[in-house]
């Protein structure tokens, strides 16, 4: 019996010490890209735009490394895994949100504006009041975003260093772990965001969508081998490991729920579902952290090469994600993940040991492809984390700094340095907040930041570019109005206080029923941006149509 106990001992210490020294070439690989790109930058295009620089395949890639977050890798992957069919509306929403982005804005941004959203916003409009309020919305919808990386962070390198409730590492159990962790990820974006600039921050983000289409791809193809390319037969033991039975493959089990005596809580569990589709779908188009990609090509025509390989990509991954889901379900089950992780966030980690045992032989192969996948969904959250850092300290020191502060007089070397100094508070500011969002999945998180950006941000985008009477006093509304309503709602919803899974499930200060505020905070942020601009009788005719025929023929544009 001893000798059986120290056999798997020593399995774990082989699998743990793996695991650590792939985690670090990586670290150390991105680190060394980070510091060869910081030789590259040296004026203000550089580190906010890559010296615009880079081809369409080159954008495309990064957009999709910095698109496929922790959220999709084990966000979704999570969500399937424990809600089968609902979980795949994740994967639907983030894909269909880029035909939104490719049609109305990827084209007229690159050609409008310079380095951040607040640019075209500002370009017919009083600067200071418009580049602040870009500044609090694009701060506001990264911290979201940044929370569900850093909170994946957490979960991951606890699987990874074996440290389950209960068991210890270096003295620490599973929560300090976690806690260390995110404070390590933070360190680490820091560090690329401020060394690197644009640059270093989008060749990871190329390394790192190319190792996680690869990870996801041989994750798929062991999936599918292992059940003899049967998918009928993968979903058969998919619902029935679950735990949930055919209800697994149907909707209904997470979003939509019909409570039986309950109308009214059936009728909210229907609006949030419609919630958060609506969110999912028109929250790319108003993200910060994508929005500034387009800036990073030298031409319009290029930006939209950029979108049209963005879609192949993250398309091709999000129907990988339905075999990782209903793979992780069949082979792992739904109560082994939740063990591990209640949101789920580890399934497809999981799913990778399970596989490296099943295909590789014993327990060393199951450790190397769990240290091989986790090692590329840790790429996933530092490229996706440095490029959120580079978004929110761009617009502090471009929009809020140099324009509102310094009214236009600050130097570029001054505007890079409060760019390098906005990223560290930034970081600080996630790591504390990441702290307490440790129960929620990742993929839920981003829906929230979808939402947020598209109530505040979009709206004002949409105005800005298509309706000639808008002005900066609907500007303002617009990204005020929708970024309170949203943040408001969120607070007061479930997802805060009075539910089990709640950032502070011992609290209730809940009223909001639903779970996600999109159905309510996007029509209000348009309809701010419409009384803002009626009520105030501001207009530049001139200046709109200078605006037009930049944002359509690109003649001006830097």
Known sequence: MNSVVLAVEAGNTTARNLTIVLFLVFVAATLAITIWASRQTKTATDFYAGGRSFSGFQNGMAIGGDYMSAASFLGIAGIIALYGYDGFLYSIGFLVAWLVALLLVAELLRNSGRYTMADVLAFRMRQRPVRTAAAVSTITVSIFYLLAQMVGAGALVALLLGIRPGTTFLG???????????????????????????????????????????????????????????????????????????????????????????????????????????????????????????????????????????????????????????????????????????????????????????????????????????????????????????????????????????????????????????????????????????????????????????????????????????????????????????????????????????MFPDHDWQWFPLSNPGILSIPFGFLCGWIGTVISKESDDEKYAELEVRSLTGAGAH
């Open 172 to 502: 620490m159990d599973a929560d300090t772990a976690k806690v260390a962790t995110i404070i390590m990820v933070g360190a680490l974006m820091i560090i690329y965001v401020t060394v690197g600039g644009m640059k270093g921050t989008t060749y990871v983000q190329i390394v790192k969508a190319f190792l996680l289409m690869s990870g996801a791809l041989l994750m798929t193809l062991l999936v599918l081998a292992k059940y003899k390319f049967n998918l009928s037969s993968l979903l058969g033991d998919a619902a029935a490991s679950s735990g949930q039975g055919t209800a697994f493959l149907e909707p209904g089990l997470r979003y939509g729920v019909e409570v039986a005596g309950n109308a009214t809580q059936t009728f909210y569990n229907k609006v949030d579902l419609l919630s958060l589709g609506i969110a999912l779908v028109l929250g790319t188009a108003g993200l910060p952290h994508i929005l500034i990609r387009f800036y990073t090509v030298p031409t319009a025509k290029a930006a939209r090469k950029s979108v049209l390989w963005a879609i192949g990509i993250i398309g091709s991954f999000y129907l990988l994600t339905l075999a990782l889901g209903f793979g992780a379900a069949a082979l792992v089950g739904g109560d082994a993940i939740r063990e591990q992780d209640r949101a789920g966030n580890t399934a497809a980690p999981q799913l990778a040991e399970a596989l490296g045992v099943d295909f590789f032989g014993g327990d060393l192969g199951g450790a190397a492809l769990l240290a091989i996948i986790a090692a590329v969904a840790f790429a996933t959250i530092l490229a996706v984390v440095a490029g959120l850092t580079l978004a929110s300290s761009s617009s502090l020191a471009h929009d809020f700094y140099a324009n509102v502060v310094k009214r236009g007089q600050a130097s570029e070397r001054q505007e890079v340095k409060v760019a390098r100094i906005s990223a560290l508070v930034i970081g600080a500011v996630s790591i504390a907040l990441s702290i307490f969002a440790q129960n929620l999945n990742v993929a839920f998180l981003v829906a929230l930041a979808f939402a947020v950006a598209a109530s505040g941000n979009l709206p004002a985008i949409l105005y800005s570019l298509f309706w000639k009477r808008f002005n900066t006093s609907g500007a303002v509304w617009a990204i005020y109005g929708g970024l309170l309503a949203a943040v408001v709602l969120v607070f007061f919803s479930p997802v805060v206080s009075g539910a089990p899974t709640a």
